[in-house]
């Protein structure tokens, strides 16, 4: 079992939709990151959170210490959205990013 | 947010030669990077971690004549992939991480575009 769990695997939605990836961790992290990554393979740091709730444009991130879970969320989805979005937890103890396998997103137009 | 950059972005060489990869930190002093590759429609698997004025400590099975980091100054690292083959053809990824306010290290590590690179 991968110590950091992504769901859903894929996801397709229609434009403006609202989108929820989820992220799940076994492991002690003191920092959460959500990337994206575009189908040319770029990578894009979105968030770096540890706790509470981040905001960026219609990217929202939110980690649950306790519970050892984070969500992404994308408000009024677009087809430029359509990306592979991965989390990744920094994992003190060891001092590695542990990664997810990512959740393939196309928004359909 | 602290940006970090690669180059190149691509690069296409030939079986046998070698091709330097260049990670840098543009606003902020990098004493740690990191490389990952990543092959299709697979995770980020971390090759090798550098700290800046010393060797780098590879991750197992990844081999350090083969794949070689320098890590000269607080804002360069760079990655050689030496006598290159078809399966070295991968997407290669930096990060880097500075120090708190306090002197420690950072938890907060900042990714790299990545660099494709395809050996023919």
């Known amino acids: 079992k991968n110590e950091v769990e992504q769901s859903p695997q894929n996801l397709t939605a229609q434009e403006g939709e609202f989108i929820t990836i989820n992220c799940s961790y076994s492991?002690?992290?003191?920092?959460l990151h959500w990337l994206q990554q575009h189908p040319g393979g770029g990578i894009v740091s979105l968030f770096m959170?540890?706790?509470g709730k981040k905001k960026h444009g219609r990217l929202i991130a939110t980690i649950n210490i306790q519970e050892k879970h984070s969500s992404l969320h994308i408000t009024a989805s677009h087809p430029r959205d359509s990306a592979v979005y991965i989390c990744?937890?920094?994992?003190?103890?060891?001092?590695?990013?542990?990664f997810g396998k990512g959740t393939r997103l196309h928004i359909l137009p | 947010g602290a940006v970090v950059s690669q180059h190149p972005s691509r690069v296409i060489c030939k079986s046998g030669t070698s091709v330097k990869i260049e990670c840098r930190s543009l606003?902020?002093?990098?004493?740690?990077m990191f490389w990952y590759r990543q092959f299709p429609k697979q995770s980020l698997m971390l090759m090798a971690t550098s700290n800046e004025g010393s060797k780098a400590t590879y991750e197992q099975g990844v081999e350090k004549d083969k794949f070689l980091i320098n890590h000269a100054s607080l804002t360069l690292s760079t990655l050689t992939v030496t006598s290159a083959h078809p399966e070295d053809s991968s997407f290669y990824i930096c990060?880097?991480?500075?120090?708190?306010?306090?002197?420690?290290?950072?938890?907060?590590?900042?990714f790299g575009p990545g660099t494709r690179l395809t050996v023919t």
């Open positions: 990060s880097a991480r500075g120090l708190t306010s306090g002197g420690t290290s950072s938890y907060e590590q900042y």
């Open positions: 959170l540890s706790s």
């Open positions: 492991v002690g992290i003191s920092a």
């Open positions: 990744a937890g920094y994992v003190t103890r060891d001092d590695k990013i542990i």
């Open positions: 606003d902020f002093q990098a004493t740690t």
